[in-house]
């Protein structure tokens, strides 16, 4: 590589810090100017190793993560710039190790607010070396059709517009980021094109100069003239004219020092940058565009103009055959990311999930509309929220009451149940509460629980069919199908079941009819004279009531049939049970009993003395 030469097209670099939108906007500029591959080689993220994953195109590929710049170095020894994203408090001790290592060539400092001391001792080091800084407080810079720095020279749009993918004749230097990309733009429209841009940063004491970087292009052969924007404050434009009169700098340049409003403003003005203020008038936007323009320089009047004597002095190379103006040709497109095309509106996808209960990608959760504020403020309950989250209603308080009674009713029944043992058992065994209440739900079916759902389906079937008590007990009989929800181990007419005189009471007094209810009442009445103990039970109460509740709240006989279908009537019941296992669960957690083996005296062992043979 030339002494001149910053970057090319087979420059390499690291990123210091975990700027992944940089990073992806370095290689979609890589992309668009038709590179073999990528010109970041790592990140540099002290906080993790591991990798990215970016886009090429519409490929994606890994960029490592490297957690220190020695290690970097040694990974990627042909890797010479290093564009040092760090904040203004570790800036200078980052980029002077980069100086200090053997392969890192070019540093530039992204970092605002460096303090001036250490900015000299920076250029000071960079010269002494013969590396470059770039920086502090800037945004980078731009070798069209080869390398890109960071965020600079804004989005592809603007980069497509710019011609930046491909090189041009003129070579850019300034002291703003902002401006250079709006430069990047005029040089476009009234040249071939940038060959090289660079913007130095805002500071006082940069690590590179406007000079030093118009004399890096005046050694370029490919760059045939020079641009240039400075602004109020130092002295640096001076060093430019001087270099104009000893005949370093020959090739023509355009150049504008901005500022020049200053002086009608009141007051001592500081623009955006810390280097842009006027301390004397030599430091002045005016002195210093009268010093160029007796130096033979080319300025404008204002910048106004700034664009068209480019564009004389361009065409007049033209003219004189000294530049022949760079062939075009037309980018790959970029693709645009997922995210960014939904946000404009370009892309419409299908989508794999549906929810109609609720979401949560706005500002506030929400429940099926209510906002989740709202649902705690108002005092929806877990009745209220079911109602919301099962069946996409605002139900009202006597509905949400009941769901929430029946939860209190079905929490438990003891150990012995099958669902509580399996809980028991697993908890026993060691296992997790997940693993402990899976085993214990996995039981529940039509003859444990599932009974809610089989005892809304019979009785629906004999009430939509008028069938009297008496003839629904022996039809269901001839058909060998036992009544789910009728049948109690301990209770009996005379032993009424409380929960279910519960359920009775609450439902006549708030639900307006229990049509359901009185058929599977009527029906007890048959059932019980045979056996007293053959009464509604729990799930049978449970299930029926859950009828008349959805016919109050006017859903179609459709509807609940596909309630019912869809285990909705069980799911009452597993919710409240998962209380009771989840309780048994910790019980045998605090009680710290052991592994449980079945007693031997409770299994009958009828095994045969031998096999019967075969054959």
């Given amino acids: 590589m030339k002494d001149y030469e910053l970057f090319t097209k087979d420059t390499k670099a690291f990123i210091y810090g975990g700027q992944t939108a940089a990073v992806q906007r370095m290689l979609d500029f890589d992309f668009m100017c038709r590179k073999d591959e990528p010109s970041v080689v790592a990140m540099i993220t002290p906080e993790r ?17 490297i957690t220190s710049i020695t290690q970097a170095t040694s990974r990627y020894p042909t890797a010479d710039v290093m564009i040092n994203f760090a904040s203004q408090r570790s800036a200078y001790d980052l980029t002077m190790e980069a100086l200090n290592s053997d392969s890192i ?6 970092a605002e607010g460096v303090p001036e001391r250490q900015e000299r001792i920076l250029a000071a080091t960079a010269k002494e070396k013969a590396k470059w800084i770039i920086g502090p407080a800037t945004v980078g810079g731009v070798k069209a059709g080869a390398f890109k720095i960071g965020n600079a020279a804004g989005t592809m749009q603007n980069i497509r517009e710019a011609k930046l993918y491909r090189p041009g004749s003129v070579g850019f230097v300034s002291v703003s980021g902002g401006l250079s990309n709006e430069a990047y733009n005029i040089i476009a429209r009234n040249t071939d094109g940038l060959n090289e841009g660079v913007a130095i940063g805002g500071d006082a004491f940069p690590g590179s100069t406007l000079l030093d970087h118009l004399l890096r292009y005046e050694k370029n052969p490919d760059i045939k003239m020079l641009v240039c924007l400075g602004e109020l404050g130092g002295t640096a434009e001076y060093d430019i ?15 504008w020092v901005t500022g020049t409003c200053a002086k009608v403003l009141p007051g001592q003005v500081q623009f955006g940058h810390a280097g842009a203020k006027a301390k004397a008038a030599i430091e002045t936007a005016d002195a210093k565009n009268d010093a160029l323009r007796k130096a033979g320089i080319t300025v404008p009047d204002s910048f106004d103009d700034y664009h068209e004597k480019i564009k004389q002095t361009y065409t007049k190379l033209c003219d004189e055959e000294i530049i022949t103006p760079a062939e075009d040709f ?10 960014q095309a939904t946000a404009e509106g370009l892309v419409r996808k299908r989508t794999n999930f549906i929810s109609t209960i609720c979401d949560e990608s706005g500002e506030v959760h929400n429940y099926c509309g209510v906002p989740i504020d709202e649902v705690i403020e108002k005092n929806y309950g877990i009745g209220g929220v079911i109602g919301l989250l099962w069946f ?66 019979h009785f629906l079937y004999g009430f939509r069919n008028k069938l009297a008590s008496r003839d629904f007990v022996s039809q269901m009989k001839a058909k060998n199908v036992r009544i789910q929800g009728i049948g109690h181990r301990l209770h009996t007419v005379e032993n009424p079941d409380k ?26 009445q048959v059932t019980s004279q045979k056996k007293n103990n053959l009464i509604l039970n729990v799930d049978g109460c449970i299930g029926v009531l859950f009828v008349d509740l959805l016919r109050e709240l006017k859903f179609t006989d459709t509807e609940i049939d596909e309630m019912i279908d869809a285990g909705l009537f069980n799911a009452l019941f597993v919710l409240g049970r998962s209380i009771g296992f ?3 669960y910790f019980d045998q957690r605090r009680l710290q009993t052991s592994l449980y083996r079945h007693p031997l005296d409770d299994i009958l062992y009828d095994v045969p003395s031998r096999p019967e043979k075969v054959g």
């Avoid at 591991?50 to 890994?62: A, D, K, Y």
């Avoid at 037309?330 to 995210?339: D, L």
């Fill in 330 to 339: 037309t980018p790959p497109n970029i693709p645009v990311n997922y995210k």
């Fill in 105 to 110: 060539r070019t540093v530039i400092v992204i």
């Fill in 241 to 255: 004219a001087n270099a104009v009169k000893d005949g370093r700098l020959t090739k023509p340049l355009v150049m």
């Fill in 582 to 584: 989840m309780g048994h």
């Fill in 392 to 457: 996409k209603k605002d139900i009202p308080v006597y509905a949400r009451q009941f769901m929430e009674m029946v939860l209190q009713i079905i929490a438990d029944h003891g150990p012995a149940v099958s669902g509580a043992h399996n809980t028991i058992v697993a908890a026993r065994a060691g296992k997790d509460l997940i693993s402990s209440l899976v085993s214990g739900l996995l039981t529940i079916g039509p003859r444990f629980g599932g009974a809610v759902n089989g005892a809304a389906e």
């Fill in 49 to 65: 190793s591991g990798f990215e994953l970016f886009f090429w195109g519409t490929r994606e590929i890994r960029i490592p993560r």
């Fill in 499 to 524: 929960r279910v005189e519960l359920m009775k009471d609450f439902a006549r007094s708030h639900f307006e009819k229990t049509d359901l209810l009185d058929y599977a009442l009527s029906v007890e």
